[in-house]
């Protein structure tokens, strides 16, 4: 009788530690998968910031009734696919839809209306990526268009000193 307790505990020892393998393993699989959603989710953030970068020039040669050059079209159109490219491999995301869509579609009659959309989608991936960065990085963006707005050659003079012109 007593080997059969012997046997019987081995067995529930053994079924117990192989479940608690099993269990940590899973556990582990979802904290990786979740942090490479999130490395990835931070990847297509930080690329949208450079599409914006793209973008504003197409927006400014708009207003000012301009062709955009080849060099700033071809930037933004090799961002916006790097973008693509990285949403294929999170198939999670729900800003898919609205990503893809402010980058690819023809439905937009300007690219001031483009560009508010995509402001739009990187304010909601900012708040779930890196919520304090996008909260100041709006607050500078709202302060530099204020700028733009009420004297425009202050801005551009400002502009110059820290950014080349493309």
């Not at 899973?26 to 490479?36: G, M, P």
């Not at 909601?124 to 919520?131: A, F, K, S, T």
Request: net charge negative.
């Amino acid at each position: 009788m007593d080997v059969w307790i012997g046997i019987v505990g081995v067995i529930v020892g053994g079924g117990i530690t192989i479940l608690a393998v099993v269990i940590a393993h899973t556990l582990q699989s979802r904290k990786e998968r979740k942090e490479t959603e999130d490395e990835i989710m931070f990847i297509i953030y930080m690329m949208l910031l450079e599409l914006v970068g793209h973008h504003f020039w197409i927006v400014s040669d708009e207003a000012l009734g301009q062709k955009s050059s080849e060099h700033i079209l071809n930037s933004y159109h090799r961002t916006c696919w790097r973008i693509a490219d990285e949403i294929r491999k999170v198939d999670k995301l729900q800003e898919t839809e609205g990503i893809l869509r402010v980058m690819f579609s023809l439905a937009y009659e300007t690219e001031r209306k483009r560009a508010d959309d995509l402001n739009k989608i990187l304010d909601l991936l900012g708040q779930q990526v890196n919520p304090n960065y996008a909260r100041i990085v709006e607050e500078i963006s709202e302060q530099n268009q204020i700028m733009l707005a009420n004297d425009f050659k202050k801005y551009w003079q400002r502009q110059r000193k820290i950014q080349p012109l493309v």
